[in-house]
């Protein structure tokens, strides 16, 4: 999350991509399970894009900006700030713009120490409650009340909060390791708004500190006997900051202004963390329409769950294939991201489209992989299937930058081959593919390959014309 400047993750990034691809809506059991499987399991997912740093988030229900104003006033920490403030007036202030005594001011504020002065310090400097000039502190132009419009409030609320998170470089919770992992630890405690158990929250802890920092049997030990207890005051603190709070049955979770401060800060790293008003009404998007939103990238990812749980697996696989059978490359390719998130209750449709020219090879590939019976696909099928992928990045405007993904279609001497192949596979797009790979791809075999195969290519059609 954007301020922290940790990149320690509570889950690793493709476990983490999976929890919030997996979770949805699902009941809290089913959401337990998941999560479950992801902190025990902890490898890379491998799939195509986890190494992208650009995740998708439920949607979730924002409380009401009144009701979230009036609860910023009642944070403890805000509460404290506006303390300090009254209790600073105008006052000398250190070179450094600290107090002079902390631990005065501390003791007469009735704080836990000066570590929890600092915090309350930096937010009431950093968001304009206290001025500080030529060495004094003085009121500032910020002065909290209810009065306040809620986009005010909110906005010194988003300010507190990328503080509170700044302060994790620093020892925010006492614990070296819940600080490194504190943003991650935040973003997937949005992810799953039920909330998280502390036995979940610690396995996460745990494994991530194993993998990144390479942890010694002895060091795991150690920390697995002194976490539980870290954590348990690391919660503690973030209740303080208005962040956490308990939920049912001992778990933690957001607080709604936990989870607009999250969101907001989600949003700022590019992630995509829809609210669920946005994304409901794609839910009466036809599938023409929402195709159509999705090559024009005005979509969330997030909105293609909502619009399959307004429709049967059946009715939405027959739609989107119908349009995938006489469009473009580019429509295809929307098509497929849609179509991979339907379960076998689709079967049906995609038994009919192994009648269809453009979409049999899919169709088949489909079955395959969810081990229902489907044709073989020849290593020919496989190449038309790595063109029209290729050429969806070309319809889509997303070529040459998702040259990355042919890489990973197949590797050294293998991706070479396919690329010769080309030249002679039945697809209209195969010129402008090879032309493509061949002045942008980064290995210069593959390239030369390319080129060679696009000039094999218009020799042929040439020939056909002739």
Same mark, same amino acid.
């Given at each position: 999350?954007?301020?922290?400047?940790?990149?320690?993750?509570?889950?690793?990034?493709?476990?983490?991509?999976?929890?919030?691809?997996?979770?949805?809506?699902?009941?809290?059991?089913?959401?337990?399970?998941?999560?479950?499987?992801? %902190? &025990?399991?902890?490898?890379?997912?491998?799939?195509?894009?986890?190494?992208?740093?650009?995740?998708?988030?439920?949607?979730?229900?924002?409380?009401?900006?009144?009701?979230?104003?009036?609860?910023? +006033?009642?944070?403890?920490?805000?509460?404290?700030?506006?303390?300090?403030?009254?209790?600073?007036?105008?006052?000398?202030?250190?070179?450094?713009?600290?107090?002079?005594?902390?631990?005065?001011?501390?003791?007469?504020?009735?704080?836990?120490?000066?570590?929890?002065?600092?915090?309350?310090? %930096?937010?009431?400097?950093?968001?304009?409650?206290?001025?500080?000039?030529?060495?004094?502190?003085?009121?500032?132009?910020? @002065? /909290?009340?209810?009065?306040?419009?809620?986009?005010?409030?909110?906005?010194?609320?988003?300010?507190? %909060?990328?503080?509170?998170?700044?302060?994790?470089?620093?020892?925010?919770?006492?614990? !070296?390791?819940?600080?490194?992992?504190?943003?991650?630890?935040?973003? &997937?405690?949005?992810?799953?708004?039920?909330?998280?158990?502390?036995?979940?929250?610690? #396995?996460?802890?745990?494994?991530?500190?194993? %993998?990144?920092?390479?942890?010694? =049997?002895?060091?795991?030990?150690? /920390?697995?006997?002194?976490?539980?207890?870290?954590?348990?005051?690391?919660?503690?603190?973030?209740?303080?900051?208005? +962040?956490?709070?308990?939920?049912?049955?001992?778990?933690?979770?957001?607080?709604?202004?936990?989870?607009?401060?999250?969101?907001?800060?989600?949003?700022?790293?590019?992630?995509?963390?829809?609210?669920?008003?946005?994304?409901?009404?794609?839910?009466?998007?036809?599938?023409?329409?929402?195709?159509?939103?999705?090559?024009?990238?005005?979509? =969330? =990812?997030?909105?293609?769950? $909502?619009?399959?749980? @307004?429709?049967?697996?059946?009715?939405?696989?027959?739609?989107?294939? #119908?349009?995938?059978?006489?469009?473009?490359?580019?429509?295809?390719?929307?098509?497929?991201?849609?179509?991979?998130?339907?379960? =076998?209750?689709?079967?049906?449709?995609?038994?009919? !489209?192994? !009648?269809?020219?453009?979409?049999?090879?899919?169709?088949?590939?489909?079955?395959?992989?969810?081990?229902?019976?489907?044709?073989?696909?020849?290593?020919?099928?496989?190449?038309?299937?790595?063109?029209?992928?290729?050429?969806?990045?070309?319809?889509?405007? #997303?070529?040459?930058?998702?040259?990355?993904?042919?890489?990973?279609?197949?590797?050294?001497?293998?991706? *070479?081959?396919?690329?010769?192949?080309?030249?002679? $596979?039945?697809?209209?797009?195969?010129?402008?593919?090879?032309?493509?790979?061949?002045?942008?791809?980064?290995?210069?075999? *593959?390239?030369?390959?390319?080129?060679?195969?696009?000039? #094999?290519?218009?020799?042929?059609? !040439?020939?056909?014309?002739?």
């Amino acid at each position: 999350m954007a301020k922290s400047g940790n990149t320690g993750n509570v889950f690793d990034l493709g476990a983490l991509r999976r929890l919030v691809d997996e979770l949805g809506t699902a009941p809290p059991e089913a959401r337990a399970a998941v999560l479950d499987e992801v %902190v &025990t399991g902890g490898a890379d997912c491998g799939c195509p894009g986890c190494d992208s740093e650009t995740l998708s988030f439920p949607p979730v229900d924002l409380a009401p900006d009144a009701d979230l104003a009036r609860a910023v +006033l009642r944070v403890p920490l805000v509460a404290d700030v506006q303390r300090l403030v009254a209790w600073t007036g105008t006052r000398e202030v250190t070179p450094e713009c600290l107090l002079p005594d902390p631990a005065l001011a501390a003791s007469e504020l009735g704080l836990s120490g000066p570590d929890r002065l600092h915090l309350l310090w %930096v937010v009431a400097v950093n968001t304009g409650m206290v001025r500080i000039s030529r060495g004094v502190a003085a009121p500032g132009p910020l @002065s /909290l009340s209810a009065g306040l419009p809620a986009t005010v409030l909110l906005e010194f609320w988003d300010g507190v %909060v990328m503080d509170v998170l700044d302060r994790a470089d620093e020892s925010l919770t006492g614990s !070296a390791v819940v600080d490194e992992h504190l943003a991650e630890m935040l973003a &997937t405690m949005y992810a799953v708004n039920e909330g998280l158990s502390h036995a979940t929250l610690v #396995k996460g802890i745990l494994q991530s500190h194993e %993998v990144a920092c390479e942890a010694r =049997p002895a060091q795991m030990r150690e /920390l697995t006997a002194s976490l539980p207890a870290e954590l348990d005051a690391a919660l503690a603190l973030l209740g303080y900051c208005g +962040l956490v709070e308990p939920a049912a049955a001992g778990w933690h979770r957001l607080t709604p202004l936990g989870v607009w401060a999250v969101r907001r800060d989600l949003m700022r790293e590019g992630h995509d963390a829809p609210t669920g008003a946005e994304v409901a009404v794609f839910a009466d998007f036809g599938a023409a329409e929402l195709v159509e939103a999705m090559v024009a990238g005005s979509v =969330p =990812p997030s909105a293609v769950t $909502v619009w399959l749980e @307004s429709r049967s697996a059946e009715t939405a696989a027959r739609d989107l294939i #119908k349009i995938a059978s006489s469009g473009t490359a580019g429509q295809r390719g929307t098509v497929g991201t849609i179509l991979e998130e339907l379960g =076998p209750e689709a079967e049906a449709p995609f038994r009919e !489209a192994l !009648a269809e020219p453009v979409m049999w090879r899919y169709a088949a590939s489909w079955l395959h992989i969810r081990d229902l019976p489907a044709p073989a696909l020849t290593p020919a099928d496989n190449t038309w299937l790595a063109v029209d992928t290729l050429a969806s990045l070309i319809h889509l405007g #997303k070529a040459p930058d998702g040259m990355g993904e042919f890489g990973a279609i197949e590797p050294g001497e293998d991706l *070479v081959r396919m690329v010769e192949e080309m030249a002679v $596979v039945d697809h209209p797009d195969r010129i402008a593919v090879l032309d493509m790979l061949g002045a942008h791809h980064s290995d210069a075999a *593959v390239a030369k390959a390319a080129r060679k195969a696009a000039m #094999k290519a218009r020799s042929g059609r !040439a020939r056909r014309l002739g």
